[in-house]
């Protein structure tokens, strides 16, 4: 009886056992494969620290929705967590968790299809002078069947030393150049770690020397762009009717002015009798434009009519 109670005891005891092994197991990543990773590691990009930025697909046979668990140093600074869809990198919901080791955080996320996925964090590097020194070290969260780690050269970089020493691959589409290593089927907790010096005298970021390029040619016929030709007719319009009107305001004020020529010889008590020679002080004016003429002239200096002689 005692030996059945014993026997009850210890199935027990393994039951419990299980059960709380359940999410370590999980968290240790022994049951999910990555189908492959890439880790790209981008110093002096567009801060004064190591930009990492994780691309990976789980392997086709892992049951979906799969619970993901990466670990980061603490000091790292998580910038994003996606996933990449028809309309480009979506960001994912995640959990950022304190690990067993306190140097140490957890990005805690679920997988919910069958498509690539993505990380990004900063990492700091150590500075002394022009000196830069920083050491990355992947954990060995999963097993990896194709691992794949790059180094973007800074673009103001001399003597650049890493342990392992990586391989110069060719440029990517914005000109920056790149040292890689390739390994196959890491296994679980198989950790990864790589060593960069390097010397920035200039304190130069790499991002800095992108020069901004329009996506599409920039012709009358893409969106949003204005084009001249169509306007022009519209320009030529208002360019006649300010003409046009120019030119009848100027007719009327010209007008305007001729008549007021007349108004101080009517003031003067001229307007009922002929503009003809004043005899006191032989002064003449033209009975037809008013102009005032020399005592001696017979004909009108302005307008030529024949001026009008009084006796005195």
């Known amino acids: 009886m005692r030996s059945v109670v014993f026997f009850l005891r210890v199935c027990m005891i393994l039951i419990v056992l299980t059960l709380f092994a359940q999410p370590l197991h999980a968290w240790a990543g022994l049951d999910v494969t990555l189908e492959d990773l890439t880790i790209q590691l981008w110093p002096d990009h567009d801060q004064p620290a190591v ?27 998580l910038v994003a967590v996606a996933k990449n869809s028809n309309d480009g990198l979506v960001t994912v919901d995640y959990e950022l968790l304190p690990a067993h080791d306190e140097d140490m955080s957890v990005i805690s996320f679920t997988i919910t299809e069958q498509t690539s996925y993505h990380l990004e964090y900063y990492l700091p590097y150590t500075l002394t002078g022009k000196l830069r020194n920083f050491v990355f070290t992947w954990p060995g969260d999963y097993a990896v069947k194709s691992f794949n780690i790059a180094l973007q050269k800074p673009s103001a970089a001399t003597n650049i030393v890493t342990d392992p020493v990586l391989t110069d691959i060719r440029p990517d589409q ?6 890689a290593i390739t ?12 060593s960069v010096r390097y010397e920035n005298p200039s304190d130069r970021l790499t991002a800095s020397d992108l ?21 022009l007719p519209w320009a030529l319009g208002g360019l006649a009717v300010a003409l046009i009107v120019g030119g009848i305001g100027w007719y009327w004020f010209s007008t305007r002015e001729s008549a007021s020529s007349f108004r101080p010889l009517r003031r003067r008590g001229l307007r009922q ?39 005195g």
Do not use: W
């Open 211 to 231: 020069s901004v390029q329009p996506s599409s040619p920039l012709t009358e016929n893409l969106p949003g762009q204005v084009s001249l030709m169509a306007y």
């Open 273 to 311: 009798k002929p503009l003809e020679a004043v005899v006191g002080d032989r002064q003449v004016y033209c009975h037809q434009c008013g102009k005032r003429a020399q005592p001696d002239d017979r004909f009108c200096r302005t307008c030529g009519t024949e001026l009008r002689q009084g006796d």
């Open 51 to 77: 930009l990492v930025i994780y691309d990976f697909t789980l392997e086709s046979q892992v049951e979906l929705p799969a619970s993901m668990r990466f670990t980061m140093p603490s000091k790292a600074n």
């Open 183 to 194: 390994s196959q089927n890491l296994a679980a907790r198989e950790t990864f770690t790589l």
């Open 174 to 179: 914005s000109g920056f150049a790149y040292q």
